[in-house]
């Protein structure tokens, strides 16, 4: 009971990361969060390599775990390349930019200007329009909304 | 083996099959609240759905024996799968990274857990060393501002969530019939103990890699610097800009009208 009840509990990691990276893969639109999303699902992959490789007692399972590291790290080289190309070609991350690459025949699922609106800017103080000019301090002045 | 199979018995499957499908319901519903969609909303209620339909799948597995082992590996699943569910969920491409590395430090230590701990080690220096750092330079590269609008929406975030609930469950329940509870009291073999681990286990892998798989090294270096070459010759060669691009768009409507009028 033991054995089987250790391989269920990898096996079920291993599905859920994989699970959940092909939903990330799917709906996101960002091209580096589809990627680590992939990269996810060979999170899920490796798991699953390790419940199996304790299960039956041998390494084989660990040297297919690093097979699949090193093609991942390929990946990423390539995966690497292309996007900076694509970011220094299209100004952007988002995939929508690269829909041209679709078939002809198949519509435009959005076009790039059907997006939906800005983070709205922060509130800054109501500066005087006469006397010294008052002093902010730092903190306002390096406010950031985002990351 | 077959036979161990044979004997389960029809109610447990039965219920095991419902709890299933009642887990998919709440994890697809919890997914598709949880993903972005454009507008602010609470997703608590979307975590809360998810972390339910995964707890049902986790109640249905019988637990590892002492309570210790238990609670080790209960924590390394909450904390790589948490992880994973927060990396597809969040508007922010920097906190997404972030998530990604904790969900690959949670995988480390399950290789860890599994006396893999020269692949766990490699693992983390790969992934979040190499790998992460590299996604991390390109994201502050393209977008410092960060909240972009694509970020902030999804695409058909009702349908992804569903197949990815649909594809949990069914990949849970080829394995979990298999080797279902009751079936495997049943006829529990003296085998079924977990073997303990070995410490010198990085001393077999190494043998195995160089001996049994040696080809299969070489091919992977052969792999790595073709990607390498590949990934250079990429880089050296821009893309055209955007504008050639919308002029693209336009023709390819126009003929697209042209065709449908006539």
Same mark, same amino acid.
């Given at each position: 009971?033991?054995?089987?009840? =250790?391989?269920?509990?990898?096996? =079920?990691?291993?599905?859920?990361?994989?699970?959940?990276?092909?939903?990330?893969?799917?709906?996101?639109?960002?091209?580096?969060?589809?990627?680590?999303?992939?990269?996810?699902?060979?999170?899920?992959?490796?798991?699953?390599?390790?419940?199996?490789?304790?299960?039956?007692?041998?390494?084989?399972?660990?040297?297919?775990?690093?097979?699949?590291?090193?093609?991942?790290?390929?990946?990423?080289?390539?995966?690497?390349?292309?996007?900076?190309?694509?970011?220094?070609?299209?100004?952007?991350?988002?995939?929508?930019?690269?829909?041209?690459?679709?078939?002809?025949?198949?519509?435009?699922?959005?076009?790039?200007?059907?997006?939906?609106?800005?983070?709205?800017?922060?509130?800054?103080?109501?500066?005087?329009?006469?006397?010294?000019?008052?002093?902010?301090?730092?903190?306002?002045?390096?406010?950031?909304?985002?990351? | 083996?077959?036979?161990?199979?044979?004997?389960?018995?029809?109610?447990?499957?039965?219920?095991?099959?419902?709890?299933?499908?009642?887990?998919?319901?709440?994890?697809?519903?919890?997914?598709?609240?949880?993903?972005?969609?454009?507008?602010?909303?609470?997703?608590? &209620?979307?975590?809360?759905?998810?972390?339910?339909?995964?707890?049902?799948?986790?109640?249905?597995?019988? &637990?590892?024996?002492?309570?210790?082992?238990? +609670?080790?590996?209960?924590?390394?699943?909450?904390?790589?799968?948490?992880?994973?569910?927060?990396?597809?969920?969040?508007?922010?491409?920097?906190?997404?990274?972030?998530?990604?590395?904790?969900?690959?430090?949670?995988?480390?230590?399950?290789?860890?857990?599994?006396?893999?701990?020269?692949?766990?080690?490699?693992?983390?220096?790969?992934?979040?060393?190499?790998?992460?750092?590299?996604?991390?330079?390109?994201?502050?590269?393209?977008?410092?501002?960060?909240?972009?609008?694509?970020?902030?929406?999804?695409?058909? &975030?009702?349908?992804?969530?569903?197949?990815?609930?649909?594809?949990?469950?069914?990949?849970?329940?080829?394995?979990?019939?298999?080797?279902?509870?009751?079936?495997?009291?049943?006829?529990?073999?003296?085998?079924?103990?977990? +073997?303990?681990?070995?410490?010198?286990?990085?001393?077999?892998?190494?043998?195995?890699?160089?001996?049994?798989?040696?080809?299969?090294?070489?091919?992977?270096?052969?792999?790595?610097?073709?990607?390498?070459?590949?990934?250079?010759?990429?880089?050296?060669?821009?893309?055209? &800009?955007?504008?050639?691009?919308?002029?693209?768009?336009?023709?390819?409507?126009?003929?697209?009208?042209?065709? +449908?009028?006539?």
């Amino acid at each position: 009971m033991e054995k089987t009840a =250790l391989l269920m509990h990898y096996l =079920l990691v291993g599905t859920c990361l994989f699970g959940l990276g092909t939903v990330g893969f799917l709906s996101r639109r960002n091209l580096i969060v589809m990627f680590l999303s992939v990269e996810l699902m060979l999170q899920g992959v490796l798991v699953n390599f390790a419940g199996w490789d304790r299960y039956h007692g041998q390494s084989a399972g660990q040297v297919f775990i690093l097979f699949v590291v090193a093609v991942a790290g390929a990946e990423a080289a390539i995966a690497l390349a292309l996007i900076i190309n694509l970011v220094r070609g299209r100004q952007g991350l988002d995939v929508l930019r690269l829909q041209h690459v679709r078939e002809d025949i198949i519509s435009p699922p959005l076009s790039i200007e059907d997006e939906i609106g800005e983070v709205e800017p922060p509130s800054w103080p109501k500066l005087p329009r006469v006397g010294r000019p008052p002093s902010i301090p730092q903190e306002v002045l390096e406010y950031r909304p985002d990351v | 083996m077959s036979h161990c199979f044979g004997n389960m018995a029809g109610k447990v499957m039965e219920t095991s099959n419902l709890v299933l499908i009642l887990a998919t319901i709440l994890m697809a519903a919890g997914l598709w609240w949880a993903l972005p969609w454009g507008k602010q909303r609470k997703r608590s &209620p979307g975590w809360a759905l998810l972390a339910a339909g995964l707890a049902m799948i986790w109640a249905l597995i019988p &637990p590892v024996g002492s309570f210790l082992a238990r +609670s080790l590996i209960t924590l390394m699943a909450i904390i790589t799968v948490a992880s994973a569910a927060a990396m597809i969920t969040t508007t922010r491409p920097l906190y997404a990274a972030l998530w990604f590395g904790m969900a690959v430090l949670g995988t480390a230590g399950m290789l860890l857990y599994n006396g893999a701990e020269f692949v766990a080690m490699a693992v983390i220096v790969i992934y979040i060393g190499a790998i992460l750092v590299m996604f991390l330079f390109l994201l502050m590269l393209d977008n410092p501002k960060g909240m972009a609008a694509f970020d902030r929406e999804s695409w058909e &975030p009702l349908t992804s969530a569903i197949v990815g609930a649909v594809l949990i469950s069914l990949s849970t329940a080829t394995w979990l019939h298999r080797t279902s509870i009751s079936g495997r009291t049943a006829c529990a073999e003296e085998g079924d103990k977990v +073997s303990p681990v070995v410490v010198t286990q990085t001393v077999d892998l190494g043998h195995e890699l160089f001996s049994r798989y040696g080809v299969a090294v070489q091919v992977l270096g052969l792999i790595l610097l073709l990607a390498l070459i590949g990934a250079a010759i990429i880089i050296s060669r821009p893309l055209e &800009p955007l504008s050639d691009l919308k002029d693209h768009r336009e023709t390819t409507h126009a003929a697209g009208d042209v065709d +449908s009028t006539s």
